[in-house]
């Protein structure tokens, strides 16, 4: 379903389960589907980069579930939904560019989680919350520029997640969420100096994505990973004088990006890494005075950066927000 329709759709239930909920005295069963409806309507309003109304679809959803878990402070399901809302509000004020509130909010998240897997140190679906909490606020931390609270938050989360991945080596998803955090460690190493700490990360990243798109072949996802954390590999590659080893890896990745946009053409991430690309493999063959093919990539990147700043502001896909974890 179009996420204009969907929105659609959703405003039509939110309408219709308001004008039958009273806040205070309606069933607690009704007044989550509420906050639900909301939450959903939230996601589709960040999918169609309009994110101040989706901060305040998630606001409402975050007051009603707020009050649901005073009522039941006990219910482990109320308090990962109020976590669920708190990150959700999050990430609006992260689009909304108020970092400062969104962290806060994140470290509530936090604090909800830590409670969660105190109660049930084993629930794995809570390990995983609480390791996703320390990324959201890692990620935050390192866009405020303190990177040493980022790596910090960084570490805890990818300590959770190797135990999870360790219990369970067939779970694909906690290998990719490790592989994620490990290309995002690697980014903050090498913005605080650390070259070889940072591409020693973002070759364990892309060693970590080969494998799972390798398993799953057909996965585009995984596919998209593998070809960003390539595309993030040869910058840094690039950037540390290693140009022959910088090349293989933006030549590998723009073999990615190319098939991967052809097969979902509205798919704007994947666009603006292959424009990317393009741009940095356009330097390095001008490092080497190919210029006839340094000037068509540079030019082919330029233009569809300018077609994708014309079609959407570049925040809406930038932020991984909801969808990322």
Known sequence: MKPRRCRTYLREAITVDRSIIDAESAPAAWQNDLSYALLLAGDVLTELNNSSEALQDYKDSLAIRERLAK??????????????????????????????????????????????????????????????????????????????????SYQSCTRIREKLAADDPSNGLTRRYLAIADEEIGDILLLKGDTVGGLEKLRLAVARFRT?????????????????????????????????????????????????????????????????????????TASQKRWAEATRLEEVAEETLLNLLTARSLLGFLYPGPGYL
């Not at 890692?138 to 980022?150: E, H, P, S, V, Y």
């Not at 004088?241 to 798919?267: M, Q, R, V």
């Open 71 to 152: 009522v039941q402070p006990d219910n482990s399901d109320r308090q990962r939904d109020l976590a669920v809302s708190l990150e959700k509000v999050g990430y609006a004020l992260v689009d909304e560019e108020d970092e400062t509130t969104a962290l806060e909010k994140q470290r509530v998240a936090l604090a909800i989680r830590e409670s969660l897997v105190g109660r049930d140190p084993k629930n794995a679906d809570w390990q995983q919350g609480l390791a996703a909490s320390y990324q959201n606020i890692g990620r935050i931390l390192a866009d405020q520029g303190d990177l040493t609270a980022a790596l910090a």
């Open 212 to 284: 799972l798109a390798t398993k799953n072949p057909e996965n585009l996802l995984l596919r998209g990973d593998l070809g960003g954390a390539l595309k993030e590999l040869g910058d840094a590659e690039r950037l540390n004088n290693e140009f022959e080893s910088g090349l293989i890896n933006l030549n590998e990745a723009l073999s990615i990006f190319g098939p991967l946009t052809k097969k979902d053409p509205n798919n704007l991430f994947w666009q603006y890494l292959t424009a990317l690309t393009q741009r940095n493999l356009g330097v390095l």
